[in-house]
């Protein structure tokens, strides 16, 4: 080996980019590991949910230590980003699920942790686990504060299964130091 070869300047040319550089939250799969809110977390899993009309919501779910949190992207005229934790559907108090019983949907107005959530839209779709298979039909109500600075999220799966995720909007910029498992 001569010295150009030695210090870079022969052989042959890289035709490929560094498999790190610039991931961005879009590049997410299960195995990443990103930072956010002062913790490092692994991507452990990639859903999609399908509304019809093209439109679609990418999940990724994120575990660190002994918590999980699920980061949405939603791309309508922009990409929107958010973060949600779920809940247990009983911390909603017992008026909720008694409305339910009497009108086969949840309420316009919902307080939870000393905040209003009021019912910004409704909808249905189909939940790809892991981006795989035939999908499964659910229904959806989304609920914001006066601020929309917080969100409540109430998912029905088939006639009696309720599930409940609190959260708030994020930027991609508070995401920091991605990268594939080693």
């Excluded at 409704?122 to 929309?148: A, I, P, R, T, V």
């Excluded at 409540?152 to 498992?181: A, D, H, M």
Aim: one cysteine or more; a negative charge.
């Amino acid at each position: 080996m001569g010295w150009k070869e030695l210090f870079g300047f022969g052989g042959k040319k890289k035709t490929e980019e560094a498999p790190l550089k610039d991931l961005t939250l879009s590049d997410l799969k299960p195995g990443y590991f990103l930072d956010f809110d002062l913790n490092t977390w692994e991507v452990v899993a990639h859903h999609q949910y399908d509304w019809g009309g093209g439109e679609m919501t990418d999940e990724w779910q994120l575990k660190s230590h002994d918590d999980t949190i699920y980061l949405q992207r939603e791309s309508d005229d922009e990409t929107e980003w958010s973060i949600s934790r779920p809940i247990p559907f009983g911390r909603l108090g017992d008026e909720v699920r008694d409305y339910i019983r009497q009108n086969d949907d949840p309420p316009d107005e919902i307080m939870f942790e000393e905040t209003k959530y009021y019912l910004e839209e409704f909808g249905g779709g189909h939940y790809y686990k892991n981006c795989q298979g035939n999908g499964q039909e659910f229904l959806s109500w989304d609920y914001e504060d006066e601020s929309g600075d917080k969100f409540l999220c109430i998912e029905q799966w088939g006639e009696e299964e309720f599930e409940v995720s609190v959260g708030e909007p994020v930027e991609e910029y508070q995401f920091t130091n991605i990268l594939p498992r080693a």
